[in-house]
């Protein structure tokens, strides 16, 4: 289905683009880190703050720096329950030509951008990444069998509905056929590949070939070319 095939691509890109703005963030961090003051500050208030997901409190903290300057500033990162009470002593790291960016040392406030980047990153790109990869390893598998495959004559028992995969609400099928290895007398079980249409009216036969591997019937290909496109 073609909605499948942007949706691998879309899940690959937005996972790059995040983990690269977890980099981003990492290496951000770390200078400001590296030229930071660190000094004492006191949170002064609990800025609530609400967003379409949740509602949190940001700590609004004043220090002084190491010149006498009065700083007050609002940390970028906030919780529910609140992390920080007011009133209370925290560490600031700030830097002396700008000492408005200060944040308070702590996990969410310094790396709080770069896991949660990093983190939805690395699951976009591992669920695109893992679906071109299988589409790649599928297509390597089908070009193989037809160029090497032993074909074989299995017959049609029925057209399921392949219910592990859904899109849109709606689920493909399949084609499922049965053969009798005349070797073993083993009785095995094929599935075609996903059809996004019902195919059950355009089956004109009792039986269908199947490309499967020499010796090894659990690596085939069931040859739906006989079935009509579907259109885009």
Request: glycine content about 8%; hydrophobic content about 40%.
């Amino acid at each position: 289905m073609k909605a499948i095939s942007i949706l691998k691509y879309v899940f690959t890109l937005i996972g790059l683009g995040m983990l690269v703005g977890a980099a981003y963030s990492y290496i951000h961090t770390k200078n400001f880190l590296k030229d930071a003051i660190t000094t004492n500050g006191q949170v002064i208030d609990l800025v609530y703050s609400r967003s379409s997901d949740s509602d949190v409190y940001k700590p609004r903290v004043s220090f002084t720096t190491n010149t006498g300057e009065n700083i007050t500033f609002t940390s970028s990162s906030g919780s529910n329950p609140p992390s920080y009470s007011k009133g209370e002593t925290v560490e600031v790291f700030y830097k002396p030509e700008n000492p408005n960016k200060a944040k308070i040392n702590g996990y969410f406030s310094l790396w709080g951008a770069t896991s949660i980047l990093g983190g939805l990153g690395f699951v976009f790109f591992a669920i695109g990444g893992s679906m071109l990869l299988a589409g790649v390893l599928n297509k390597r598998k089908i070009s193989y069998l037809k160029n090497f495959g032993v074909p074989i004559l299995a017959e049609i028992q029925s057209v399921g509905i392949n219910r592990s995969v859904r899109v849109n609400g709606r689920s493909p099928f399949r084609i499922i056929a049965q053969w009798q290895n005349p070797a073993t007398s083993e009785i095995h079980i094929f599935n075609s590949e996903n059809i996004w249409f019902d195919p059950s009216d355009h089956i004109d036969r009792e039986e269908v070939s199947v490309l499967i591997q020499k010796g090894n019937p659990k690596k085939y290909y069931v040859d739906i070319s006989f079935l009509p496109k579907l259109a885009e």
